[in-house]
């Protein structure tokens, strides 16, 4: 299938690994311009030239720095000629209890997981609406669906971004407009950021890595973890001219593991 999207440019949040890269790569494939952003400058620029080895007909700058932060955004920004595609994502926050959690803990994960998000859309809607085409994708958490007890500072913050996107994907200047917001809900996906989980696990145990990681692929229907490639394949096509019909919703990609029917 062809996504009808070669030639666009996207500006990719947190690509230098997981999830986040595994939906740059998707789009480079589909001949999307990519400007792709990570705090590490070293791993950011390893997946560049990897990605443009992919598809060299296609650009891809890498902007090291903090997303968070106004100064970091603005870099990204002017990176990206015009942002046709937008990609939120960022790493989550430590799990805990809630009742260890000061003011200035809850407003850091505000920040990078509902607020950062916001301001980007902020800043790049009104362009695609005016353009005619948009497509933002927020990379939020299966917690949204289903919340997990430990991870109350990401449960919050995703759902607070699920929200207010929610009214806005439905504002018919946009929607009209050929502009949609929809968002992508991991479940357990072979990340670092699962493997630092798993190996968390298995000290607090005291079982080997390799037993919780097996125990944990067991509880998922599919026996298996998801793939960042298989993850950014669903991206691009959210952001294809396929799925100009598409928006408001939040896409569960858990293996099946949620067990509601809704």
Known sequence: MNLGISGRWA?????????????AQALVQEGVNVVITARGSEALLVTQEELKALNPAVEVRAVAGDI???EGRAEALAACPRVDILINNAGGPPPGDFRDWDRETWLKALDANMLTPIELIKATVDGM???????????TSGAVKAPID?????????????????GLARQKRLASRNVTLNAMLPG??????????LAGAAR?????????TAARRETNPTGRFGSAEEFGAVCAFLCSVHA????????????GAYPGTF
């Open 11 to 23: 500006l990719v949040c947190a690509a230098s690994k997981g999830l986040g890269r595994g939906c």
């Open 68 to 70: 968070t932060t106004t």
């Open 129 to 139: 609406a005016q353009q005619g085409f948009g497509r933002i994708v927020n990379i």
């Open 150 to 166: 430990a991870l109350g500072l990401s449960n919050g913050a995703r759902s607070g971004l699920t929200g207010f996107v929610a």
């Open 188 to 197: 357990p996906f072979d990340t670092d950021r699962l493997r630092a989980t």
């Open 204 to 212: 607090a145990t005291g079982k080997t890595v390799d037993e919780v």
């Open 244 to 255: 100009g019909y598409i928006t408001g919703q939040n896409i569960l990609m858990d293996g």
